[in-house]
């Protein structure tokens, strides 16, 4: 069974107990894909100049972030981890000359478990995270993507996780999107659809409103789409599957790649 990849925005923390629209979607799209045999995920938050692989068996949950709610603290994800599926990443790496390093005892960061939590409430998938490096380029964030494609096929999801557009320090708290919001995430969602690889590895100088969408402190949350992208490097197919904004400039979206029937 050959199974999708996904680019999930997982927005705030708070995310874990709010029941809107976004987490609605989020309940539902679980249960209409195609259930997993593992997912790896590409996490915003783990961002390192190495290609870092979570080993663990058994995982944790980290709460890497401040002042929410008390309920925020209390919710575990202990979602079991998968040796087979660690080894085969971290082979595949080897195969194609990526340096990988195996990491124990780091735990869940929000960018994983916060969108699981909804997608899968069981915590009964394996679950392989593994680090970003935002100071890479586009193309070579989706080489990586692409060297990892083969899992697919065995039914392991690839899934990158962070925000399309994403400045904390233009929040509001306006109801309607922000237009520069909009127009950002309209020209990706245009570049997605006709897979303009070109165009997508050279956004930050031709997207509209790229420096107010992501900012250089924030560059991190954009590279999990390109991680995601290259492990449907074969099977170049775009679908917004959800789209909302929080806070008026927080994109809320989600991506479907490659072939599928939900």
Not at 2 to 10: D, N, R, S, W
Not at 178 to 205: C, P, V
Request: aromatic residues 12%; charged residues 20%; contains cysteine.
């Amino acid at each position: 069974m050959t199974v999708p990849a996904l680019f999930v925005a997982h927005g705030s923390p708070a995310l874990a107990v709010e029941n809107n629209a976004y987490t609605r979607f989020l309940e539902e799209l679980g249960s209409r894909l195609p259930r997993p045999r593992g997912i790896v995920v590409f996490s915003a938050h783990w961002d390192s100049p190495d290609q870092c692989v979570d080993v663990d068996e058994q995982h944790s949950t980290l709460y890497d972030f401040y002042g929410f709610p008390e309920e925020m603290y209390t919710i575990e994800y202990p979602a079991p981890g998968d040796p087979e599926i660690h080894n085969e990443v971290l082979n595949l790496f080897k195969l194609h000359n990526l340096h990988a390093r195996p990491v124990q005892n780091r735990g869940l960061d929000h960018g994983v478990w916060v969108f699981l939590h909804h997608m899968y409430p069981n915590a009964d998938i394996p679950i392989i995270p593994l680090s970003i490096d935002s100071r890479r380029s586009p193309k070579e964030q989706y080489i990586i993507g692409c060297m990892l494609s083969s899992l697919r096929e065995k039914g392991v999801m690839i899934v990158g996780s962070g925000g399309l557009v994403h400045n904390l320090r233009r929040l509001c708290k306006n109801e309607e999107p922000e237009s520069w919001a909009t127009d950002f995430d309209d020209w990706i969602g245009e570049q997605l659809q006709t897979w303009n690889l070109k165009q997508l590895f050279d956004y930050r100088k031709k997207a509209p409103f790229a420096e107010e969408a992501v900012p250089s402190y924030a560059k991190e949350h954009f590279a999990p789409l390109f991680y995601a992208m290259g492990a449907t490097d074969n099977d170049r197919r775009a679908e917004k599957l959800f789209q909302v904004y929080d806070h008026g400039c927080l994109s809320l979206n989600c991506w479907l790649f490659g072939t599928t029937t939900l």
